[in-house]
Structure formats: structure tokens, C-alpha cells
């Protein structure tokens, strides 16, 4: 790397230092402002020009937030409404900033694999802390979900699809990648898929128990190698045993699926990890049915504009008053799906510039690219956000906003000479 590619590098890595431990946010704002500024400032002004006339993508991501700009404009609670716009920022800034950069294939991958490694050491300290907590409490659950995560009070949610896509990145090098370091990214890979089973994020671990059996078929029939896919295949059980056996609370999370009956009026104890699941209580999987059909009556009456962006938190608590909806209401819960989110807020047009600018549009120069990681990212990206808001956390909308335009900005052509990735 020439100079100015170390200090790109060096800014991205310190910018998701910065979405691991977010432990200062005037630091956290400069190295973000930093970043932009120097995509800004790199390259001829035309050639950005060029950039944003040929990414069409482009154009609808900034026509879903000039969306969220009128829905926020609308809006009766004008506070709400512009604390709800702030963690959506970065849906318009790295769009502008990162998308009309052109990135290399190599350097691309070079900032993917640094980030890998963050959240390796990053995973590896928390597992020390709870080892820590554990030795001193004698209580297993803080090996689990969010207590794993709490030494630096990100949930476990967001880590759990970090985790993926470190692992997706380190399988990248170990398969299609020429490097003297594929013992060391197989432990790491080994180390995360544990640390996934114990974050307990269900709709994370079937992505990725999903895209490790996708891709052992694939690699199996594709390159005819039987013995080493079904080698593969065998250590991916026997490793998942092995964890179940040491850590068996995480079932518990999985258990709730066969309990999806609700009744709104009904005032049970919340489940979790760490006690017996019953069927008379809430849990993730019933509470969610019950809160989205609430957020689907409510489209039903404002499909145009929705409600608006400031006034869908308490429209919707309205709705749960008129179900009754006491557990809701007492626990503040929000509708825990990203797409009914903004289809309640923002309206069917809102969803469609959302659908056509982050989804559709990414997908298609993803395949044309052939940049198949990217796809895969991006892909777990959108099924997190079935079962989580992630734009109306900081967090959230910094990963999708700068993950998305970044993937997308590594050249219009696939390289040639070199296996599609």
C-alpha cells in the first residue's frame, strides 16, 4: 500500500474500533468525520460526478432518506422525530462519502480481514471478563447473550452479526486467499462460531449454520472434494455437540419457537436463557407475532405517508393500549422488524425506496461484480433486520450505513485471473 492507502486503512480500522467499543463519542465522532472528510477529498470532483450518475443505487438511498427527511418533517412530535433521524444519518453520509469512492478488490479485502481481527480480540476479551464475572458469581449465564457482551454494553444482537461476518471474512482467505496464516484463521474461525453459539442470536446462528452447510455442498460438488467436505461437515457437528454439552442454556432460546400462541391481555414473566421456558410466558418468538400484527393494522390505516417518523413510537403504544397489550406497553418494546418499521413510519413508498436503494439495487451489482463475500454480508445484513429495528440505535445504523456503500465501492468490472469472490 502507498502511503495514502495506510492512512485510508488505518482511518477504517479505527472507525470500526470505534462500532466495537464505543466507549468515547466525541472520539468516535472525529475518527467518523475524519473518514468522510478523506473520501471526500480524494479524487477529481468529476470523477465523483461520474461515480454517483453511473451507481444508481445511489440515487434511491438518498431518495429513501430524503424520504425520512419529509416523514421527519411531518412528523406532530418534532423531537422525536429528529432523535429518531440521528442514528439514521449515516444512511445519507457514507452513501456519500464511501459510495463514490472506488476501492480496490485487494484493498477491500486487506480492511475486511483487520476487521476480523478486531472482532476476534474483541470476542476474546469479553470471554475473559465473563470467565472473570463466572469465577467470581459461580453463574453460567454470564457466558451467554447479552451478559457476554456487557463488559463494553453492546448488545448481543449487533456482536452476534459482527461475529458472522468475521467469520465469512476468514473463510474467504482460508479457501480463496493464498496466505502462510490459514492455521491461525481456521482457530479464529473455530473460536468465533463458539462465541456465535453462545450470543444465542437464533435468526444469526441459521444464517450462518445455513451458509456453512450452503457451502460445504458447494465446495463438495463443485470441486469434487467428498472427503474434505464431508471432513468439514463431520467437524462442524462435532464441534456444535461439544459446545451444546458445555453451554446448554442456548437451546432455551430455541425452545421458545414451539411456543407461539399469545394472548395480548395475558401479563406473563418475559423468557430467557436462563430459566425453564413455559408456555405461559412471553417470549421473543410470540411477542413478536403479537407486536407485528399491531404494526400491521397500523399500516393498514396510513399506507401512503404511515404514521410519520416522530409519532410512530406513540402511535404505536396507542395501538397496544387499545389491545391491551400490557407487557408492550410495561417494557416500552418497540415493533422488532426493520422493513414493518419503516413500512408503519414512512408508508409504502417508504419501503419501496428503502427495498430498491439498500436491497434490490445492492444485490444485482453484487452479482454482477461476482463479489459474492459482498453478497453474502449484505444478505446476513437483511435477515438481522427481521427481527430487530436496527435504525433506531447508533450502533445499527452506522453498520448497515457504512457496510453496504463500502462492499459496493470495489470497482464496476470483477478482477479477472483469480477464483469469483
Known sequence: MDKREKIRFLLLQLFLVTLLVPANDLASGLITAALVITCLAEGRFRDKLASLRNRRYLWWMLAFFGWLVLSAALSTNRHEALRYLDPRLPLFIFPLSLGLVSWTREFQARVLLGYAVQVTVFMAACLAWAVRQYSVTQDAAWFYNDALTKLTGQQSI????????????????????????????????????????????????????????????????????????????????????????????????????????????????ESHYNMTVTADQWNGANFRLAAWKCGWELFQAHPL???????????????????????????????????????????????????????????????????YLALLIAATFYVAMVTEIYFDRSIGGMLFGFFIPFLLSSGETPETGGPAD
Open 305 to 371: 405517508m404511515g404514521v410519520h417518523l416522530g409519532d410512530k413510537k406513540e402511535v404505536l403504544f396507542d395501538k397496544y393500549r387499545e389491545k391491551d397489550f400490557r407487557f408492550a406497553l410495561e417494557t416500552k418494546k418497540n415493533l422488532h422488524n426493520n422493513y414493518l418499521d419503516i413500512l408503519v413510519a414512512m408508508g409504502l413508498p417508504g419501503l419501496l425506496l428503502f427495498l430498491a436503494g439498500w436491497v434490490v439495487l445492492p444485490i444485482r451489482q453484487c452479482w454482477r461484480q461476482r463479489n
Open 158 to 269: 449487533y456482536i452476534s452479526l459482527l461475529v458472522n461476518l468475521a467469520i465469512y471474512v476468514y473463510a474467504y482467505f482460508l479457501f480463496y486467499r493464498p496466505s502462510r496464516y490459514k492455521g491461525w484463521y481456521l482457530l479464529a474461525s473455530l473460536f468465533l462460531f463458539a462465541m456465535s453459539y453462545l450470543l444465542a442470536s437464533r435468526n444469526l446462528m441459521a444464517v450462518l449454520y445455513l451458509s456453512v452447510a450452503g457451502f460445504i455442498v458447494y465446495y463438495l460438488v463443485r470441486g469434487k472434494k467428498y472427503l474434505e467436505g464431508a471432513t468439514l461437515l463431520l467437524g462442524a457437528l462435532l464441534g456444535l455437540f461439544i459446545i451444546y454439552k458445555f453451554f446448554p442454556k442456548t437451546l432455551n432460546r430455541f425452545r421458545e419457537l414451539t411456543y407461539t400462541q399469545y394472548n395480548y391481555r395475558h401479563e406473563g414473566l
